[in-house]
């Protein structure tokens, strides 16, 4: 089945649903002007100043982990997690509740992930062909991250990267609406132009 149908019919609906319903991160960045970001008041223009910057992760964490969003969903002929800026999504979430309670997990994940890398003769996990990032992620979905499990890790990722690839753009991924784009999702007013700061 092509991805973009996979997409549409299999996806599309439950993330946008989760994407609307958890606790949002405040000030969450976005770069995505095109999809509605455009206009925003001055409390939320701050949050898309900060948009390709980490605010949680560190710079060698935003890295890795941004590769291993790209391999979970790759550009093809349509764009993929790096093209939408998942890893801005990323970051914000895993600053907080309830996604910070990942956020060991994930740094012992991107340790993991750059020790295997060089294992294998790379500069770091982003520097490895493809194929190679690949068989690393396999081997860690296969394996452990101390107290969890590697394809615990695989799926809490893989969920994050497709909230992110086709959330709402003021959470600071699907960047100018690749992502809505791709699965036809038109968004009409009234909607928020803010990310949301309250409890759910």
Known sequence: MERRRFLRY???????????????PRGAASGAADAGTAGLAPSCAV???EAGRPRVLSAKEWQTLEAVCERLLPRDA???????GVINYLDAQLG???VNAYLPMFRFAARHLEAQARRRGGASFAALSAAQQDQVVRELAAGRLGPVSGARFVRVLLALTLE?????????????GVGWRMIGFEPIEPRAHCPYRGRV
């Open 47 to 49: 949050g898309a100043a």
């Open 164 to 176: 992110g690839f086709l959330g709402d753009p003021i959470y600071g991924g699907n960047r100018d």
């Open 78 to 84: 349509d764009p993929g997690a790096s093209d939408a």
């Open 10 to 24: 299999a996806v599309a609906a439950p993330v946008l649903g989760l994407a609307a319903c958890r606790l949002r």
């Open 96 to 98: 907080e509740a309830p």
